[in-house]
């Protein structure tokens, strides 16, 4: 689910698998885990633990923290962009791809970089995804960081409506 990464429920042994596991310091690079069946990204932190091939790794950079991917990814303005980009993403078993994220539109904004960044890292260290007032906020700053005129925000506004992101799940812990 966006924002959060909920704990592994089905494990696989390391003998089992041989030597076709990464290294620990493999694992502990990555710094998002991307939903790949999707219409749309679906982004949660990562904390190294592994996961399996139906989940995206995705790094931070430089220019992009973690934190600013999270907000980013998950943003109405990216949803919307995918969904509407990616004929794949409208179809029966939509697979997100990774051409498909280098392909989303670099923002140009950094004073909304940095407000997002700021955003993402606070929902990260409180463990949770954002508040409806948050959201509102995570919103206007990507808008503001792809410089969206005010018909462009409506747009998204009315499509996110009718398309809200996946709600979380109880999860059973393993005993």
Partial sequence: VEFVAHPPTLFASKDHLGG???SAAQWQQVRLLIRQTARFPIAAPADGTPF???VLAGFSSAQFSEFF???YLNSDVIRWY???SKR???QGMPQLKIGHLRHLPAPAHSAAIADLDALGKALVEQG???DKAERTRLNKLASAALRLSADEQRLVSRWAQENPP???RQFRTPS
Wanted: charged letters at 35%; hydrophobic letters at 35%.
């Fill in 166 to 168: 996946p709600k979380s």
């Fill in 88 to 90: 794949d993403a409208r």
């Fill in 20 to 22: 076709r596991l990464r």
């Fill in 82 to 84: 995918h969904f509407m």
């Fill in 69 to 71: 991917l999270l907000c």
């Fill in 52 to 54: 399996r091939n139906s």
């Fill in 128 to 130: 949770r995804a954002p």
